[in-house]
């Protein structure tokens, strides 16, 4: 089913490394931002430095509801020792850490966008290609978003999914993301990539399927 309530969009991407240094990738990070805000969605982010954070002041630029959804237990750890930003509108501190809190922050959106990235966004890719998320992949921007079908194909000898989409043009990708997010529901399990049928129905075999009372 597709959501019925504003869309929300999730932007990963290097929170430090060389690529935050490259203008050309924090440029279309921020355009990306302010795409977001133009196109009235609410803008997720994992509350860090960086692209993502590049891509935060954009949406705030063009009016977007901002959500990030931090690794640190409260508002000091999140600035003392984990050095991030506070400019999101509202913010979510799991105390969960890094790889933790990129499972709720993925879970958080309708879609999510690649920027760029190092090991840290790959994780993110992988979780969102395992749990069946539409995502959209920002080119052109350096990192591992320029690789991601080499790292499927090639490396890991599977398929791009259907609901993943790419451009280099920021307005293009989440025209092609929304479409994406509408054409093919969320699995309507964890593992749903293994139990669900496409349309996101479970059909179990014959000899396991779910008893009805009467």
């Known amino acids: ?10 932007v990963m991407g290097s929170a430090s490394g060389p690529q935050i240094e490259d203008p050309v990738a924090r440029a279309a990070a921020r355009e990306l931002g302010r795409e977001i805000g133009r196109r009235g969605h609410i803008f997720i982010n994992g509350a860090c430095p960086g692209l993502p ?63 760029s990235g190092g090991i840290g966004t790959l994780n993110e890719l992988t979780i969102a290609y395992d749990e069946g998320r539409p995502m959209g992949i920002l ?6 978003s320029d690789s991601v079908p080499y790292l499927i194909q090639e490396l890991c000898k599977r398929s791009i999914p259907q609901n993943m989409v790419f451009s280099d043009n920021p307005a293009d990708l989440l025209m092609k993301l929304e479409v994406a997010i509408r054409a093919f529901p969320l699995p309507i399990h964890e593992d749903g990539r293994i139990i669900d049928k496409p349309e996101g129905r479970r059909e179990a075999p014959s000899h396991l399927q779910e008893r009805r009372p009467g």
């Open 139 to 144: 080119t052109g921007t350096g990192g591992i």
């Open 53 to 115: 954070h590049d891509a935060l002041l954009g949406a705030k630029e063009t009016g977007a509801f901002t959500l990030g959804i931090s690794p640190a237990f409260s508002e000091y750890e999140h600035v003392n020792e984990y050095h991030s930003p506070l400019e999101n509108d509202m913010m979510i501190y799991t105390g969960q850490g890094f790889m933790e809190r990129d499972v709720i922050n993925i879970r958080s959106s309708d879609g999510v966008v690649f920027v």
């Open 1 to 10: 089913m597709a959501p019925h309530h504003k869309l929300k969009i999730g």
